[in-house]
Nanobody, 125 residues
Framework: QVQLVESGGGLVQAGGSLRLSCAAS????????GGWFRHSAGKEREFVAR????????YYADSVKGRFTISRDNAKSTVYLQMNSLKPEDTAVYYC??????????????????WGQGTQVTVSS
């Protein structure tokens, strides 16, 4: 059974950087799309970034474009989210997600079938 485990969250000052990692155990991540979502108080879970398994393209929410970078290392079965120029409004619990094997990705949460437990990111001003 595949399980996703996030790490790398923490407390950082505005303008700082963090790198989140999402490691898949049990089976390879290489044939699944990877996605990052976040959930802050009073809001629904929102799309942040995604990377399909079968292309070199990456996709981002407008709110993070130019600041965040999603990448993957298939040899390590890991998807990353590099977050630069962090803002207080980036404060949220960040969740890693994986799509169906050999399937498409999207920006809706229901496009994903596996989820990590979440990691807290807090940006102070």
């Amino acid at each position: 059974q595949v399980q996703l485990v996030e790490s790398g969250g923490g407390l950082v000052q505005a303008g700082g950087s963090l790198r989140l990692s999402c490691a898949a155990s049990g089976r390879t991540f290489s044939n699944r799309s990877g996605g990052w979502f976040r959930h802050s108080a009073g809001k629904e879970r929102e799309f942040v970034a995604r990377i399909p398994w079968n292309s070199g393209s990456t996709y981002y929410a407008d709110s993070v474009k130019g600041r965040f970078t999603i990448s993957r290392d298939n040899a390590k079965s890991t998807v990353y989210l590099q977050m630069n120029s962090l803002k207080p409004e980036d404060t949220a619990v960040y969740y890693c997600a994986a799509g169906a094997a050999w399937g498409p990705s999207g920006e809706a949460p229901d496009s994903y079938v596996l989820w990590g437990q979440g990691t807290q990111v807090t940006v102070s001003s």
